[in-house]
T-cell receptor, first 114, second 116 residues
Framework: AQKVTQAQTEISVVEKEDVTLDCVYETRDTTYYLFWYKQPPSGELVFLIRRNSFDEQNEISGRYSWNFQKSTSSFNFTITASQVVDSAVYFCALFTGGGNKLTFGTGTQLKVEL | EAGVAQSPRYKIIEKRQSVAFWCNPI?????LYWYQQILGQGPKLLIQFQNNGVVDDSQLPKDRFSAERLKGVDSTLKIQPAKLEDSAVYLC??????????????FGSGTRLTVV
């Protein structure tokens, strides 16, 4: 069975602070893909990143960075110098060939205030 | 590129009534998904189509939910009769590859259903 845990239900920060969203996953498959999605108040899920299980390189995209550590089954997401527009619910998701579907965590509500 | 289109955007119905949602995926995307997102939870897969065939409907409550994808393009999800616990956002997504593992999923804006 596959599972994604996002222990942080809600995080509030002040603009320009850095914030890290945690994601821990469980799977017995050796080949899998990890995703992060952003869900703004408008409701659509916006794709942010995909990482396969064989690529443990961390990635940076502008103010966003991702830290993938297989040893701890974690795929954490950091926003540097947060902005009000970053306010949204962020979902971590796991795809495995065995499950053949995308399993989402429960999401982390990020509130960035002025 | 046009995104995944869904309608209606909002729907309020009374329990025991019927409701239908429509989804038009991105052109050329063979795989289409319906997800249910209850408030405060992550999306849960209801059904997955590959062209017009069902790949996975293991979590679809088949006594009241049905879905079809005629001609392998548009899809309709129906609930009949609706229950209070069906109140949720219904998200449609599509992917270019078989299960979205390579190219990812593109989601629509969803239909917010309220059952009263």
């Amino acid at each position: 069975a596959q599972k994604v845990t996002q222990a942080q239900t809600e995080i509030s920060v002040v603009e320009k602070e850095d914030v890290t969203l945690d994601c821990v996953y469980e799977t017995r498959d050796t080949t899998y893909y990890l995703f992060w999605y952003k869900q703004p108040p408008s409701g659509e899920l916006v794709f942010l990143i995909r990482r396969n299980s064989f690529d443990e390189q961390n990635e940076i995209s502008g103010r966003y960075s991702w830290n993938f550590q297989k040893s701890t089954s974690s795929f954490n997401f950091t926003i540097t110098a947060s902005q009000v527009v970053d306010s949204a619910v962020y979902f971590c998701a796991l795809f495995t060939g065995g499950g053949n579907k995308l399993t989402f965590g429960t999401g982390t509500q990020l509130k960035v205030e002025l | 590129e046009a995104g995944v289109a869904q309608s209606p955007r909002y729907k309020i119905i009374e329990k025991r009534q019927s409701v239908a949602f429509w989804c038009n995926p991105i052109s050329g995307h063979a795989t289409l998904y319906w997800y249910q997102q209850i408030l405060g939870q992550g999306p849960k897969l209801l059904i997955q189509f590959q062209n017009n065939g069902v790949v996975d409907d293991s979590q679809l409550p088949k006594d009241r939910f049905s879905a079809e994808r005629l001609k392998g393009v548009d899809s309709t999800l129906k609930i009949q009769p609706a229950k209070l616990e069906d109140s949720a956002v219904y998200l449609c997504a599509s992917s270019l590859d078989r299960a979205g593992e390579v190219y990812g999923y593109t989601f629509g804006s969803g239909t917010r259903l309220t059952v009263v």
